[in-house]
């Protein structure tokens, strides 16, 4: 879709996005990642920059190029990039794209951990790392008008969707099917349903440009109601 500056429908709206993997330290050469491309997120942050938007998009490591006309802050970790989506509030709307890790080695090694010779493997301990998009839709002071977060599952998609969105606080959970046969993670195509308090509805299987720019006429229009 393009559209001139006069009838942009996001025009004036400041939309903070969180896209890509993250990368957690094991030691100074070595991380723990996922199969992210941040190919949706990134799709939507230029959807929603060419709707005329002020998009700040925060990208874990990714291989793919900046998007038009956007705001890339680049991190690594996932307590990166909560303090980067903290810096970015207030906005009209937060779209948490990412595939953050769920966990972090406990205590990263300061050197690179070594063999010893002895066969001996090291035992990795893990911590939780920070929710951001529930920090974000449970937010007391800065929560934006609209918080739209991803669930990436395998089973029971419906059902954990909903779940995440009361849990997360947010308005809307993008559900998709995660399934390796899918090839949803790093892939081109996505097949999403969108999972509000009013219901769910079922998306045809799209290219990830696509999904982007159904998803910003979504938000356009809900924010034309307010
Ligand atoms: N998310 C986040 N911070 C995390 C974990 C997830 O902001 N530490 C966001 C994701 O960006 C996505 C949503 O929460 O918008 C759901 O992510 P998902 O991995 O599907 O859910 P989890 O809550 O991590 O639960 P699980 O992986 O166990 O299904
Ligand atoms: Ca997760």
């Known amino acids: 879709a393009h559209f001139t500056p006069s009838e942009a429908p996001l025009k004036g709206k400041r939309i903070v996005i969180t896209s890509g993997p993250t990368h957690e330290a094991i030691d100074p050469v070595r991380y723990i990642a996922n199969r992210s491309s941040g190919r949706q997120g990134h799709a939507i942050a230029a959807a929603a920059a060419q709707a005329g938007a002020d998009v700040t998009l925060v990208s874990g490591p990714v291989s793919i190029p900046d998007p038009k006309g956007v705001k890339v802050v680049r991190v690594e970790s996932a307590r990166e990039m909560q303090a980067a989506v903290e810096q970015s509030l207030p906005c009209d ?99 999403v349903r969108i999972v509000t308090a009013d219901g769910v509805e079922d998306w045809p299987k799209m290219g990830k440009e696509a999904v982007a720019e159904q998803l910003v006429a979504r938000i356009a229009n809900r924010l034309s109601q307010d």
């Open 93 to 191: 709307v937060a779209i948490m794209a990412a595939a953050v890790a769920d966990w972090r080695v406990a205590s990263d090694a300061a050197k690179k951990i070594k063999k010893d010779g002895s066969g001996k493997v090291p035992a990795l301990q893990f911590v939780e790392n920070p929710d951001i998009l529930a920090g974000v839709g449970n937010h007391t002071r800065l929560r934006p008008r609209l918080v739209i977060g991803f669930a990436a599952e395998t089973h029971d998609l419906i059902e954990n969707a909903q779940g995440k969105l009361k849990r997360k606080g947010a308005d809307w959970i993008v559900a998709n099917d995660v399934s390796p046969e899918n090839n949803v993670m790093g892939g081109t195509e996505n097949t």
